[in-house]
Every structure is written in C-alpha cells, then in structure tokens.
C-alpha cells in the first residue's frame, strides 16, 4: 500500500459497510455539487462534473441522488450551504508527510477536526508548504482493467501525451502533467469512454516505509480521516507492507 495515488489507496481487505458507503456517496455528493455550482450542470460542457458523475457510477450512486446533487449547486437552490476547498499539509506517524484535501462549509470546523485526529493518532498538522515540496501535482485518469489490454492502453496514453501508465490487475492508473491533464483525457474519453477517476493528485517523490505500530497508528488515522464528511482526498508518502495491513484491526 503505497501512499503516493489515492486512487490505489483503498484497503481491499476491509468489508465496506452500509454507514461507510453512505459516507463516500455523501463525498460524491458534495462533488457534484461544488463542480455543478463553478461550472455548468452540463458534463458535456463541464469537465470536473463529468469526472464526479463518472465516479458517481463507478460506486453505483442512484440517479436520484445524482441528480439531487447537481441541483444543490445551481442558483435558486433550497440548499443553502457553500462548500469551498481547504487543504492541510501534516506529519503523520513514522515520518509519514500528508496532504489532506476537502470540502466544507465550515473551516474553523474542519480544521479543528483534522487537527484533532493528528493529534490523538502520531501526528501533526503543519504550515501550508511544509510537506508539498516532498509531493509532485499531477494529474490521474482511472480506466478498468478490461478498457484495454496493457499494450494497448500504453499506446494510446503516449499517443494522448500523457506521461506514463500503470497497468495492474484491476485497473490502468495514467499519469500526465498538470497542463496536458485536459488533452490527455479528452483524447482518452474520446477512445475509452469516462474513465472510473480523473482528478488532480499529490504524489509522492520518494515513499517512506512504514512499519509496526507506526503503520498500525498511520492505518487508523487514515481511516479516521477517510470517516470525516468533510474529507475528500488524503495522499501521502508513506509506503505499507500487506501485513501490516493484513494486521489492522480497524
């Protein structure tokens, strides 16, 4: 479990309840509703909508609910709440440096609630650029494994101009710079259809190895984390071994 993409970040041996799944789909959500509000509630024609819904369908959001969400961020909605970008640099466990990205209507809240979790759990929130140097901004397209073959998917992503791809058993993680994250997945969707994830990320220069009751710790506070409503993304340099997350208790 390396930390540098959070589209990799997800602990497959963990049994993802009902309450849990309610969360993510409220993260969506939010999504939808904050790219809805700054672009138009057409995906065509709005390039991070198109991005959420696709998420949206890949965790088999309803219709309803997609919709719901889109409205929310259109002028003259009942729903009154603002939802703007927050991002916090922080020192977790074993040396571990992270990125945490969200959305919230309520800063002092989020802030007080992020800081709270490093605290209780090996870490500690840092000043804005105390770790992003460790980080390079990239952008990530997501396309299931059975888009492509890996032959064939390295060929269009070089083609697309995009910088470099890595084909797993489940899915085909592409990365290019933030100036050609446009292009590249234009000339992709274009190819492929939507991707399961395009969205701009943090990744890491170098990961860190983390071990023991430091991965434990690390484990836990990035599942406290993922639990705050008001949390999208984490990313982090950290690097974990199976067993060690094959020991996590939750």
């Known amino acids: ?9 997800v602990m497959h041996s963990k049994a993802i309840s009902d309450a849990k799944k309610g969360k993510i789909f409220n993260k969506i959500a939010r999504e939808i509703t904050v790219a809805s509000r700054l672009g ?5 024609h709005n390039p991070r909508l198109r991005a959420a819904l696709a998420e949206a369908r890949v965790k088999n959001m309803t219709k309803d609910r997609i919709d719901r969400a889109i409205k929310s961020g259109q002028p003259g909605s009942d729903d009154k709440g603002t939802y703007e970008e927050v991002r916090y640099e922080a020192y977790g466990p074993g040396g571990s440096a992270l990125i945490i990205e969200g959305l919230t209507d309520n800063r002092n809240r989020t ?9 209780k759990n090996g870490g500690t929130l840092g000043e804005s650029g105390s770790v992003s140097f460790m980080f390079d901004r990239l952008g990530e397209i997501v396309y299931p ?3 492509a073959s890996a032959d064939e ?7 697309a101009g995009a910088d470099n791809v890595d084909s797993e058993e489940d899915a085909h993680y592409i990365t290019m710079t933030v100036e050609n994250f446009g292009v590249v997945r234009a000339a992709l969707e274009a190819k492929y259809g939507d991707p399961s994830s395009a969205k701009l990320v943090w990744s890491a220069k170098d990961d860190l190895p983390v071990t023991g009751d430091a991965a434990q710790t690390l484990l836990k506070l990035i599942d406290i984390l993922e639990d705050n409503d008001d949390v999208q993304n984490i990313f982090g340099n950290y690097e974990i071994s199976e067993a060690d997350q094959a020991a996590f208790k939750g």
Do not use: C, Q, W, Y
């Not at 479990?1 to 970040?9: F, T, V």
């Not at 138009?40 to 065509?44: H, K, S, V």
């Not at 998917?153 to 083609?159: H, L, T």
């Open 1 to 9: 479990m390396a930390g540098h993409s959070h589209a990799k970040n």
């Open 40 to 44: 138009a509630p057409d995906p065509a």
């Open 111 to 119: 802030a007080a609630e992020v800081r709270t979790a490093l605290s």
């Open 145 to 147: 494994a059975s888009k």
């Open 153 to 159: 998917m390295f060929e269009a992503v070089i083609e």
